[in-house]
């Protein structure tokens, strides 16, 4: 791994969040993207080197809608930069690592993500990021 590539907030309201974080940052989102495969629209946020990622679901049975009504809105993931998703996972896998999707699957800003699941990561869900080249 070779940096945070971004932390993800799951959020009630895309657009209200947009506006506080803009707020917050003084600068408004750089992207906006929906991901119809996970059910989630997002925005990203640029604050010096660090990204921020909101995360609204887009439908009651995705994942974030999962998340926001069991624990309420704030971070959901950490993702981390990694050169090549594929030897990662295997060597994530061998340390014993439970990995939910070990077929990495398209995601939000041009990445391919795999995540690992909290249960192996001292509760906190781990994205792994690869830039998918062009």
Do not use: W
């Not at 398209?106 to 249960?119: E, I, M, R, S, Y």
């Amino acid at each position: 791994m070779r940096k945070i590539e971004h932390i993800g907030i799951a959020v009630k309201s895309l657009s209200d969040s947009n506006d506080l974080f803009e707020k917050l940052f003084g600068v408004a989102p750089y992207k906006e993207e929906e991901v119809e495969s996970e059910g989630v629209k997002t925005s990203f946020f640029m604050n010096g080197p660090n990204k921020i990622e909101l995360l609204e679901a887009t439908n009651p049975e995705s994942p974030i809608a999962k998340f926001i009504e069991k624990k309420g809105e704030g971070i959901h993931h950490i993702a981390f930069d990694v050169e090549n998703i594929y030897v990662e996972v295997e060597r994530l896998k061998k340390e014993g690592f439970v990995i939910l999707n070990e077929i990495p699957k398209k995601g939000a800003d041009n990445k391919l993500v795999v995540f690992l699941h909290p249960k192996s990561t001292n509760g906190v869900l781990i994205e792994l990021c690869q830039e998918i080249a062009d």
